[in-house]
């Protein structure tokens, strides 16, 4: 038997719908082949090019979240750096005027908190938008901020330290300022000093005796002034004192006053320092208008002169 030829074409017959020719044509085997290679290729590359597309545009979004990133971090560094230098302002506000109260009170400024206190040296920062690649520029960005962060703690704790050392020294003034709102070291009544604490020759007769306080003399009905904040113990009339006005300050000192001409106050009302409770007179023992001040410090008369301002 013999071979057949090999087909080298392929022929291709349109018979129309139409009265028409029948058309025919033939179209050789290496172009259906070409034509079958080209459209394999073609759909090759195109699923190519749609994963290339697809990677490409995940990393273009990583891209733009790692940029988002680094302004997110380059934000925090802005922050984190004005939080420091407010801090540090801060701190060295409180330092010196934890020095100036201490200096005021004539307390060591060696025992200050702030003396205790290092001062700590800034850290260099990094810009987050430097050029280069943005990952190593992000990776700095992110120690920038990290250094900031162990700056601005203890920054923080000095802080910390400093107000509550201020808030000892607030209490300590209001301590001072209590005690010397309580403390009679204004003068009672304008007037002279017509005699002293301490023994003297009697008024009445030619004895000698121990006179507990100071008389000052003054016109009758001169106002007689608290000099120090406190509550009323007594007022009313007491032997030879006449109407007599007796307050009690706190910290174990009280101050008496004796001969009035008329009360002002009554038991148990509070006074300020400066407010008249009573009037110059002569009543009681009397050679003559005139107040007699006693100052009492833990149950004994003392000199008012020595809390008397000049």
Do not use: C
Not at 115 to 129: F, I, S, T
Not at 238 to 252: A, M
């Amino acid at each position: 038997m013999a071979n057949k030829p090999k087909r080298k074409h392929f022929t291709f017959i349109v018979v129309p719908h139409s009265e028409k020719s029948v058309l025919s044509f033939r179209i050789p085997i290496t172009v259906i082949q070409l034509i079958t290679v080209f459209i394999v290729a073609f759909w090759i590359g195109t699923l190519i090019f749609i994963d290339s597309y697809r990677n490409m545009g995940s990393h273009m979004e990583e891209l733009e979240t790692l940029r988002i990133t680094t302004r997110q971090q380059a934000d925090q560094i802005d922050y984190l750096v004005g939080e420091t230098d407010n801090l540090r302002l801060a701190l060295r506000e409180l330092a010196e005027l934890d020095r100036q109260v201490r200096e005021l009170l004539q307390m060591d400024a060696a025992r200050s908190m702030a003396a205790q206190l290092e001062p700590r040296d800034g850290v260099q920062v990094a810009a987050a938008n430097r050029g280069g690649d943005e990952e190593e520029a992000l990776t700095a960005a992110g120690k920038d901020a990290e250094n900031l962060i162990s700056l601005i703690d203890p920054l923080r704790t000095e802080v910390a330290v400093l107000n509550q050392s201020l808030e000892r020294l607030k209490g300590t003034l209001a301590d001072e300022q209590d005690l010397y709102e309580h403390t009679p070291n204004v003068w009672p009544t304008n007037g002279i000093i017509s005699s002293f604490y301490g023994y003297r020759k009697s008024p009445f007769g030619w004895t000698r005796e121990f006179h507990s306080g100071i008389d000052i003399a003054a016109p009758h009905g001169t106002p007689i002034r608290a000099t120090a904040n406190g509550v009323v113990t007594y007022a009313s009339w007491y032997s030879s004192y006449g109407l007599y006005v007796s307050i009690d300050h706190g910290y174990g000192i009280e101050t008496n006053y004796g001969h009035a001409s008329k009360i002002l106050v009554k038991v148990g009302q509070e006074v300020t320092k400066g407010d008249v409770i009573a009037y110059v007179g002569s009543t009681g023992r009397s050679t003559g208008p005139h107040l007699h001040y006693e100052v009492v410090r833990d149950g004994q008369t003392v000199n008012p002169i020595y809390y008397l301002d000049d």
